[in-house]
């Protein structure tokens, strides 16, 4: 029975902290000054480091970007995509767009290189991540920009994206992305706000823990190929971290997509998502402790590890509270909440209240998790990619 208590207690507290908590300590961390490498980066404003200025002209010498759009059958939205590239306020000599095509079989090659990007890459179906390494390596410039095909970039995003990188401690850097139109249900713009706000603390101490594929750059000499089940997302800020480079969140570079309009296709993306988190977690050595700094591995547990295990923490917590049951009436109520949880999110199905979507979507959402993993296991690592529907 003590074994019982112990494992209810954890799971239950786990849960609570990794979503409650987590938040609660970042702030009391930044509070108190306690602020790590990335701290020391933000704590050092911009503006007292010097940019390079060009002898000749004395004006600010700025880094070349190349602009990576990974695109597969895009012919949507490409040609929109390409010129809002063009359109952004970033001088055009210094900026380098290239479209990599993950075997396309529409019109998307044919409509970028018309649209004007600088290279257009028509490769073999290979996956998002063999497209972006491609782009990476025939890429001129010194800051690599990557965005999704379906993203539309602030004029002024890029060049609030890239001006944390005049310190040589950052490798990283990924901006605010704003989701539009009807959600159907879906809350995923409502978590975002609430992910980026936890992001923007963790920005101020060790680095974030992870970013976002509609805006984010990174060096070009830091840049990791990684494999097809990869994801930019989740290993650049950890392996950056190894290397001492610092991942920051610049909530000025903005950038917006459409949401998935209903909550059965995001649970559909989110779970194509996590098919490679396994390979993620414990292939690629986030599991590894070594080269992290002890705050970056206290952020690195409390917002990833912890919420990759969130659907194995619900299923013990509610297994040990059926087995508390009699022991007081506080598991009594625990195993109610529990219930009222999955009632809550079974009627959201039918009922737009509130209580009810918000129930769906948690469920959903950490539902997503396990079967992500079911998937990995039963098909093998990811490679191809597809499309949210009704995102373009």
């Given at each position: 029975m003590i074994l019982i208590f112990v494992l209810f207690w954890l799971s239950a507290g786990l849960i609570v902290f990794t979503h409650f908590g987590y938040p609660v300590a970042l702030w009391l961390l930044d509070f108190i000054g306690l602020g790590g490498r990335?701290?020391?980066?933000?704590?050092?404003?911009?503006s007292e480091i010097p940019p390079p200025i060009d002898p000749d002209t004395e004006e600010e010498l700025l880094p070349t970007v190349s602009l990576i759009i990974a695109?597969?059958?895009?012919?949507?939205v490409i040609e929109s995509k390409v010129k809002n590239a063009l359109e952004l306020d970033y001088p055009r000599d210094l900026l380098q767009?290239?479209?990599?095509?993950?075997?396309?079989?529409d019109r998307t090659v044919e409509i970028a290189r018309e649209a004007g990007a600088d290279?257009?890459?028509?490769?073999?179906?290979?996956?998002?991540?063999?497209?972006?390494?491609?782009?990476?390596?025939?890429?001129?410039?010194?800051?690599?920009?990557?965005?999704?095909?379906?993203?539309?970039?602030?004029?002024?995003?890029?060049?609030?994206?890239?001006?944390?990188?005049?310190?040589?401690?950052?490798?990283?850097?990924?901006?605010?992305?704003r989701f539009t139109g009807p959600d159907g249900g879906n809350l995923e713009?409502?978590?975002?706000?609430?992910?980026?706000?936890?992001?923007?603390?963790?920005?101020?101490?060790?680095?974030?823990?992870?970013?976002?594929?509609?805006?984010?750059?990174?060096?070009?000499?830091?840049?990791?190929?990684?494999d097809p089940s990869g994801s930019h997302d989740l290993s650049f800020p950890f392996a950056l971290a190894k290397r001492r480079l610092v991942s920051?969140?610049?909530?000025?570079?903005?950038?917006?997509?459409?949401?998935?309009?209903?909550?059965?296709?995001?649970?559909?993306r989110?779970?194509?998502?996590?098919?490679?988190?396994w390979d993620i977690v414990v292939g690629e050595g986030m599991l590894d402790p070594r080269g992290y700094s002890p705050l970056y591995l206290f952020e690195l547990i409390s917002h990833r590890l912890l919420r990759y295990l969130s659907p194995a923490l619900h299923l013990i917590a509610f297994l040990t509270n059926l087995a508390l049951l009699g022991q007081g009436w506080f598991y009594g109520l625990t195993m109610l909440l529990q219930v009222l949880l999955l009632v809550g999110?079974?009627?959201?199905?039918?009922?737009?209240?509130?209580?009810?979507?918000?129930?769906?979507?948690?469920?959903e959402v950490t539902l997503s998790i396990a079967l992500g993993l079911w998937d990995r296991w039963r098909q093998g690592p990811p490679a191809a990619w597809e499309k949210a529907e009704g995102t373009r």
């Open positions: 990335a701290g020391e980066v933000r704590g050092r404003r911009l695109a597969y059958n895009e012919e949507v767009i290239i479209v990599a095509s993950d075997g396309s079989t290279l257009v890459l028509d490769l073999p179906r290979g996956g998002k991540v063999a497209g972006q390494n491609a782009a990476a390596e025939a890429a001129t410039g010194s800051l690599l920009a990557f965005s999704d095909a379906n993203s539309t970039w602030e004029p002024g995003a890029l060049s609030e994206l890239i001006e944390p990188f005049r310190d040589g401690r950052v490798g990283y850097v990924c901006g605010q992305v713009g409502a978590y975002w706000r609430y992910e980026m706000r936890v992001r923007e603390m963790e920005s101020e101490l060790a680095g974030v823990t992870a970013g976002n594929g509609a805006i984010y750059a990174v060096r070009a000499s830091a840049y990791i190929p990684l920051l969140y610049r909530p000025r570079a903005r950038a917006s997509e459409k949401l998935v309009p209903s909550l059965e296709g995001e649970l559909a989110k779970r194509r998502m996590m098919i490679g988190l999110a079974a009627l959201g199905r039918w009922f737009q209240i509130l209580p009810f979507r918000i129930s769906r979507y948690y469920v």
